[in-house]
């Protein structure tokens, strides 16, 4: 059977960056002071997507994110890597969304695309760590949800079985289509690009992107390719384009907020050097295991 794949991708400042600039006097991230990256489990979850898309013929892999207009960037590395195509949120409403606020929006596009079989995304974002967004979205769409997923082990006659992390060990689950899956940074990471599709994609812009090419009137490059060939146009959803509540939206919808941020340096306050001798890894072994450090 083929399928129809959703993946929920995001961009993300990199938390390996972070500075005293990172947070806005609002509480919100300042992502113009970070450099902005693929949000590392989402590739994990492509990964699972691309290799559904491989074993069922005729399969479609979809890309939906939310951010701003360089977000598209993101949806150019799913194609990249062998995605179908892609949408991108985009509004000045959304500015600000917490998880509530996102799941919202995300869940508001998928009802807009309409037809789907799978739903699937990254157990966490590394600028939130919560771990809460996809299981938001599954309950918004009232669909079942099978989260810290490590490998999708087959789709067969409307089932899914899939292998997930538990503490000390995994287990085997199955659930019935369609469904929405969050996937683990332990699960297979994710194939390089495609010296082909970057070859095919890689002038694909969204609108946002157009007009900043264009400003003061330079003429955009390559301007005929878009007409001629439309996947090199990558579709932006607003607002009102999902039929979304604005004030579900953005900060307005967004009840979680950052008092505070603190950037902490761990210093070694005194060091012990040891040899390889049993006596030494002896009272090392006990001091570790009186403080609790281990044991």
Same mark, same amino acid.
């Given at each position: 059977?083929?399928?129809?794949?959703?993946?929920?991708?995001?961009?993300?400042?990199?938390?390996?960056?972070?500075?005293?600039?990172?947070?806005?006097?609002?509480?919100?991230?300042?992502?113009?002071?970070?450099?902005?990256?693929?949000?590392?489990?989402?590739?994990?979850?492509?990964?699972?997507?691309?290799?559904?898309?491989?074993?069922?013929?005729?399969?479609?892999?979809?890309?939906?994110?939310?951010?701003?207009?360089?977000?598209?960037?993101?949806?150019?590395?799913?194609?990249?890597?062998?995605?179908?195509?892609?949408?991108?949120?985009?509004?000045?409403?959304?500015?600000?969304?917490?998880?509530?606020?996102?799941?919202?929006?995300?869940?508001?596009?998928?009802?807009?695309?309409?037809?789907?079989?799978?739903?699937?995304?990254? !157990?966490? @974002?590394?600028?939130?760590?919560?771990?809460?967004?996809?299981?938001?979205?599954? %309950? /918004?769409?009232? =669909? $079942?949800?099978?989260?810290?997923?490590?490998?999708?082990?087959?789709?067969?006659?409307?089932?899914?079985?899939?292998?997930?992390?538990?503490?000390?060990?995994?287990?085997?689950?199955?659930?019935?289509?369609?469904?929405?899956?969050?996937?683990?940074?332990?699960?297979?990471?994710?194939?390089? !690009?495609? @010296?082909?599709?970057?070859?095919?994609?890689?002038?694909?812009?969204?609108?946002? %992107? /157009?007009?900043? =090419? $264009?400003?003061?009137?330079?003429?955009?490059?390559?301007?005929?390719?878009?007409?001629?060939?439309?996947?090199?146009?990558?579709?932006?959803?607003?607002?009102?384009?999902?039929?979304?509540?604005?004030?579900?939206?953005?900060?307005?919808?967004?009840?979680?907020?950052?008092?505070?941020?603190?950037?902490?340096?761990?210093?070694?306050?005194?060091?012990?050097?040891?040899?390889?001798?049993?006596?030494?890894?002896?009272?090392?072994?006990?001091?570790?295991?009186?403080?609790?450090?281990?044991?």
């Amino acid at each position: 059977m083929s399928l129809k794949i959703i993946v929920l991708a995001k961009q993300v400042p990199d938390t390996r960056n972070v500075g005293k600039d990172a947070m806005k006097e609002d509480g919100t991230v300042n992502r113009a002071a970070l450099p902005a990256i693929f949000n590392p489990e989402d590739l994990n979850a492509l990964e699972q997507a691309l290799r559904l898309k491989e074993k069922h013929p005729g399969s479609t892999v979809t890309i939906l994110t939310m951010g701003p207009g360089r977000a598209a960037e993101i949806i150019r590395e799913g194609l990249f890597r062998g995605a179908d195509d892609g949408y991108l949120l985009t509004d000045r409403a959304f500015a600000g969304a917490d998880t509530l606020a996102t799941s919202y929006a995300l869940s508001m596009a998928i009802r807009k695309i309409g037809d789907f079989d799978v739903i699937i995304g990254g !157990r966490q @974002a590394i600028d939130g760590d919560t771990a809460q967004v996809g299981p938001q979205v599954a %309950e /918004k769409l009232g =669909l $079942t949800q099978v989260t810290y997923a490590e490998e999708i082990l087959e789709i067969k006659d409307g089932r899914i079985t899939v292998k997930r992390s538990i503490t000390g060990g995994v287990e085997i689950v199955e659930g019935r289509l369609p469904i929405v899956i969050t996937v683990n940074g332990s699960a297979a990471s994710c194939r390089p !690009r495609n @010296a082909r599709l970057i070859q095919k994609y890689k002038r694909a812009l969204g609108a946002q %992107e /157009k007009a900043e =090419l $264009t400003k003061e009137g330079r003429t955009l490059p390559y301007a005929e390719r878009y007409g001629k060939y439309p996947y090199l146009n990558i579709k932006e959803w607003s607002v009102a384009d999902v039929n979304g509540d604005v004030k579900q939206c953005g900060l307005s919808g967004s009840p979680t907020k950052v008092k505070a941020i603190q950037n902490i340096v761990f210093q070694a306050k005194e060091s012990k050097t040891i040899t390889s001798s049993d006596k030494d890894v002896e009272e090392l072994i006990v001091e570790l295991l009186s403080s609790h450090a281990i044991g």
